[in-house]
């Protein structure tokens, strides 16, 4: 079975400290992907990848970077977390293509005090 | 620009009832959509995708959906539900212009009540 790993399933950290959120992949997959969970909101998408040092932004890059430095690790990267940032983030992968399914982690619950 | 509207936002329903969900896109070209299910605690899973050919496709669980291209809908039904389909549906759509990144709906809410 795929495998995608958050490397946090819960973290509290202050404003304006920088956060960096970690995600790997076991399976080789070309994209990688960053999305958060909000209520109400569903999934938005903040950055994707499609090949190692390669990113794109998504839908509200605002305020986070990414890091592709090896294909199967993508990390997330919260310049000066704000409390706007609170929130659900999920990292995803998949094979290349528009018809491959997403692969998901469990999700690291993020509370910015 | 491109968009993904999920018209419910949270659905009652007793066991045995059937179920629609309603999805609608608004994307330029040709799409691939998409319906993921998130039950409580557990990850996002596929339930069923559609790129091309037969516009009813079937997924995992009785869950179907039907691509209808002149209405830009895709909607998730499934004939008769159980307490176990109680989670949260996600419709999404990718499109090459959007460079197949996908862009999910806000999601229905479904609680199934014994």
């Known amino acids: 079975d795929v495998k995608v790993t958050q490397s946090s399933r819960y973290l509290v950290k202050r404003t304006g400290e920088k956060v960096f959120l970690e995600c790997v992949q076991d399976?080789?997959?070309?994209?990688m992907f960053w999305y958060r969970q909000d209520p109400g909101l569903g999934l938005r998408l903040i950055y994707f990848?499609?090949?190692?040092?390669?990113?794109e932004k998504g839908d509200i890059p605002e305020g986070y970077s990414v890091s592709r430095e090896k294909k199967e690790r993508f990390s997330l990267i919260l310049e000066s977390a704000s409390t706007n940032q609170t929130s659900m983030y999920l990292c995803?992968?998949?094979?290349?293509?528009?018809?491959?399914?997403?692969?998901f982690g469990s999700g690291t619950q993020l509370s910015v005090l | 620009a491109q968009s993904v509207s999920q018209h419910n936002h949270h659905v009652i329903l007793s066991e045995a009832a059937s179920l629609e969900l309603g999805c609608n896109y608004s994307?330029?070209?040709?799409?691939?959509l998409f319906w993921y299910v998130q039950y409580p605690g557990q990850h996002l899973q596929l339930l069923l995708k559609?790129?091309?050919?037969?516009?009813l496709v079937k997924g995992i669980k009785g869950f179907e959906a039907e691509f209808i291209k002149s209405k830009f809908s895709f909607n998730l039904r499934k004939p008769s539900v159980q307490w176990s389909d109680t989670a949260e549906y996600f419709c999404a759509v990718n499109s090459r212009n959007s460079g197949y990144a996908l862009n999910f709906g806000k999601g229905t809410s479904l609680l199934v009540t014994p």
């Open positions: 399976m080789d997959h070309e994209n």
């Open positions: 995803a992968s998949s094979w290349t293509g528009g018809t491959e399914k997403l692969f």
């Open positions: 994307y330029g070209g040709t799409v691939n």
């Open positions: 990848s499609y090949d190692v040092k390669m990113k």
């Open positions: 559609y790129f091309s050919g037969d516009p």
